[in-house]
């Protein structure tokens, strides 16, 4: 394994009724709350309420921070700055899922930074001197693992990028995961949320080194367990067991363990990032429709890996088979388990539908450093031709 230096500072509290039970010892340092949440599911399903009625009950004065898009911008992230500013918000409490973590730990950096935010912290990898507002987080939707890194994913739309950096300062404090919060979660946000999960995994495992080590084994036993309980969740939405397993996996996909010592092949999630920037798609469901392709294109430059992947995560005989033959069962299987779930094939279901603008987007593609190879535009621009 390569060397590596390992930090995550959040605190989990994890299973039913967490919240009614720590919440309120979790912001008592704390006298005005920022309240964050997306476009109002939370009121709908009872969360919301729940949880005013805790901070009301601790006499916490509160101020609201609401409708976070899906792909959070960088407008919204001032926004969200500047209420922290008006009305000394001294920590941010997210309610939700990826998209509303990322805005806070985005607003917590943006609230305390003097200098421009996007140019210093997104545009590059800045270093962060001062203390960021203290985030905290009620998990609703899993499968971003947010909650548990610094990163928050944002996009500049007048620059057309979508990126973001992970930030050990900008960790949230706390995490609060109740998976029964994610049974109203529409079946269509669920299963992309469980596939963007298996996606950060793929893109770590999938990278250099490529010998036996730790990182791999681990996320070959989260994969599989993102896709076996996926399919009990598809089964019975209101399976706990399912539904806790598919929330933690999440987190462990993304707290920083399964990359310990891998270079991280970053290269999907890279175009998804532009498609989205480009055509503001859901990011889960992007992914299924790249992954395969990329995969295909890159089989023969980790062809033993693509092979042990087929063996080890999907469980494909090897007994007669070349390693060629077995990498490309494996990505047959992952394409068929897209399918299965009910996740888009194709650009078009995205909502794509202009063929030039792909060539503009392929452009505006970055190199992932710890990809097998490295895609050339022109490569890139094949793989949007051929998801379309």
Known sequence: MNNFIYENSTKVYFGRGCVK???????????????AYGMGSVKKNGIYDEIL?????AGKNVAEFSQIMPNPTYEKVLEGAQLVKESGAQMILG???GSVMDCCKAVSLAARCEAAPWENFWERKGIITFEPVPVGVVVTTSGTGSECNGAAVITNEEKKVKTGYDYPAC???????????????????MVSGAFDSLSHLMETYFSRPDGQNVSDEIAEALMRSIIRNLG???ENPGDYTARSNLMWAASLSENRLVKLGKQCDFACHLMEHQLSAYTDCNHGQGMAVLHPVYYRH???????KFARFARNVWEIPGKGKTDRALAEAGIEALAQFIREAG??????ELGVADKKQLKEIADSCHYSPGAYRRLETREIREIFMECF
């Open 171 to 189: 960790n949230p404090v706390f995490a609060l995961m109740d998976p029964e919060y994610t049974f109203t979660v529409p079946k269509v946000q």
């Open 343 to 348: 996740l888009p094939t194709k650009l078009r």
């Open 298 to 304: 890159i089989c023969k430059d980790g062809e033993e």
């Open 53 to 57: 009625g805790i901070l009301r009950k």
């Open 21 to 35: 039970e720590f919440l309120i010892s979790l912001v008592k340092d704390y006298d005005t709350i920022l309240l």
């Open 232 to 234: 009990l969740a598809l």
């Open 95 to 97: 309610i939700g899922g």
